[in-house]
């Protein structure tokens, strides 16, 4: 029961960090800030997660990492159409999609790696935080 109110939790506060993201980049017409905002919120989810030493710290951690990951992704694919001129929309379209299935595709992968490396989780989130900074 307690799992599935974290769960529920996570995507209740995803919906509201995408409905606010979308409201306030559309009012302050800048969608690269939110964006950065939103990565390094996802960072720092995913390095609490991996080095938090408790259940509450790794639940937070979770918490953030689910309020902000379809936000960051959301920000990120609606910024191409400010960025880039009316003839490169469709490449850099499917640019950015290309990029997002590779990244969807390898990712599993790494984190399976590292944890059959280390024995556990950790090694995984931590990398896949430096990766999300970068």
């Known amino acids: 029961m307690h799992i599935g109110y974290s769960v529920s939790s996570g995507g209740i506060l995803g919906v509201m960090c995408v409905l606010f993201a979308g409201w306030n980049s559309d009012r302050t017409g800048d969608r690269l800030g939110d964006a950065s905002a939103y990565t390094i919120a996802l960072a720092g989810a995913l ?35 400010d960025l880039l001129h009316v003839r490169q929309l469709a490449v850099g ?36 935080s430096v990766v999300a900074a970068c």
Do not use: H
């Not at 991996?50 to 937070?60: D, F, H, K, R, W």
């Open 93 to 128: 379209c499917a640019a950015i999609n290309t990029l997002w299935q590779i990244g969807s595709f390898v990712s599993p992968y790494a984190l399976g790696l590292a944890k059959d490396a280390t024995g556990d989780l950790r090694a995984g989130l931590i990398g896949a």
């Open 47 to 81: 390095l609490l997660m991996g080095v938090g030493s408790s259940p509450a710290l790794v639940i937070v951690g979770y918490l953030l990492f689910a309020a902000t990951w379809f936000t960051m992704g959301v920000v990120v694919v609606s910024a191409w159409a």
